[in-house]
């Protein structure tokens, strides 16, 4: 299994500005996954990041607004930007996991309010 | 376009009543994951099914994959309050590693 940690787990931020979100898995992945969960529904993929290449885009998602980073095996980094109450949502990390990468093992999530 | 439609959406029944939840689709999928998510957390898969018309049990919960791979069902026999969470099903209808998640299903099991 894989043991993900998210942080910040929750922030109340102001509109116009960034938060930057954290995420270090306890072994090294090939590919992490960033989704969003709008309040009381499902989940959404923002990007998948590879290390040593740029993230790949989901349609509706773009890199100017949600900035990834993924500097090695076992960390990334989404960044909201300039923010709006519709950014208001959780935002998740994910890994394929071992033995066989064929699940996926979440983060607890970050739950971010944008007043 | 949802690719995964899940019905119902939500669900709220008594301890120990039986209960079905769908998941459905216009495409063909290889395989085909149940997650279930609860409250502060992220989702945790239950199951994977990958041929048609199988049936996998997990304890108290059965899950199928219809024979054209189009759709999947999860059964809970005797609910309990423990089985409360939000359940989705997700596949990558590309074949790959990017999954899609269903619409979800929010189940309240009452004591």
């Known amino acids: 299994s894989a043991v993900i940690s998210q942080k910040p787990s929750r922030d109340i931020c102001q509109r116009g500005t960034s938060l930057t979100i954290q995420c270090q898995v306890d072994s090294q992945v090939t590919m992490m996954f960033w989704y969003r969960q709008q309040p009381g529904q499902s989940l959404t993929l923002i990007a998948t990041a590879n290390q040593g290449s740029e993230a790949t885009y989901e349609s509706g998602f773009v890199i100017d607004k949600f900035p990834i980073s993924r500097p090695n095996l076992t960390f990334s980094t989404l960044t909201v930007s300039n923010m709006s109450p519709e950014d208001s949502s959780i935002y998740l990390c994910s890994v394929l996991g071992p033995p066989a990468n064929e699940k996926l093992f979440f983060g607890s999530g970050t739950q971010l309010s944008v007043l | 376009t949802q690719l995964l439609e899940q019905s119902p959406q939500f669900l709220s029944i008594q301890e120990g009543e039986n209960l079905t939840v769908y998941c459905n689709s216009s495409?063909?999928?290889?395989?085909l994951q149940w997650y279930r998510q609860e409250p502060g957390e992220g989702p945790v898969l239950l199951v994977t099914v990958v041929t048609g018309g199988e049936v996998k049990k997990l304890k108290r919960l059965t899950f199928q994959f219809g024979d054209a791979r189009k759709d999947s069902s999860l059964h809970i026999t005797a609910a309990q309050t423990g089985d409360t969470g939000l359940y989705l099903c997700?596949?990558?209808?590309?074949?790959?590693?990017?999954?899609?998640f269903g619409t979800g299903t929010r189940l309240q099991v009452f004591p």
């Open positions: 997700a596949s990558d209808p590309r074949g790959g590693d990017k999954l899609i």
């Open positions: 495409s063909v999928f290889s395989s």
